[in-house]
């Protein structure tokens, strides 16, 4: 992987695309830029004009479905990111990652999960991608998405 690849490039290496960004259901906006930072929204795991999967990660969804949504949502994010400064080549860090998981009362690995979001990031920006992350196991989230992911960048 060179240097002088682009994220969506880097991405394209794995058959991978960044979709156009998810429209918000409710009353925000997809990611705000504050100086050198922008926040998304949480993205939930959308691909199209579905989500790749509903339930609780331990009991309906497996551990596989989950990281797949965790990579989707990752997605989404950068496609909010992207709508908010044009090209993912302004990114200068990845500096936060928050992934909430819809988690059955005994399933304990939300940090697994997380990887599948944190290790997309690292391929599509190297170096850069690597972030402070927090994994967090919740009842449920909106539409019974068994993920969402929410990140912060800063951007040149």
Avoid: W
Avoid at 25 to 44: E, F, K, M
Avoid at 67 to 79: D, G, I, K
Avoid at 116 to 144: M, Q, T
């Amino acid at each position: 992987m060179s240097d002088a690849m682009t994220p969506e490039q880097r991405l394209a290496e794995q058959g991978l695309t960044v979709p156009d960004a998810v429209q918000p259901v409710a009353a925000y906006i997809p990611a705000v830029r504050t100086g050198s930072l922008v926040y998304t929204a949480g993205q939930v795991p959308k691909r199209g004009d579905s989500y790749l999967y509903t339930g609780k990660v331990g009991a309906e969804v497996s551990v596989d479905q989950a990281v797949e949504c965790a990579r989707q949502c990752a997605l989404n994010a950068l496609a909010a990111l992207k709508g908010e400064v044009g090209e993912l080549s302004r990114v200068q860090r990845v500096v936060k990652v928050v992934v909430f998981v819809a988690s059955a009362p005994d399933f304990t690995g939300q940090p697994a999960v997380a990887n599948g979001a944190s290790e997309l990031l690292g391929d599509a920006f190297g170096e850069a991608g690597r972030h402070a992350r927090s994994a967090v196991g919740v009842a449920v989230l909106p539409l019974d998405v068994p993920v969402e992911v929410e990140l912060i960048a800063e951007v040149a």
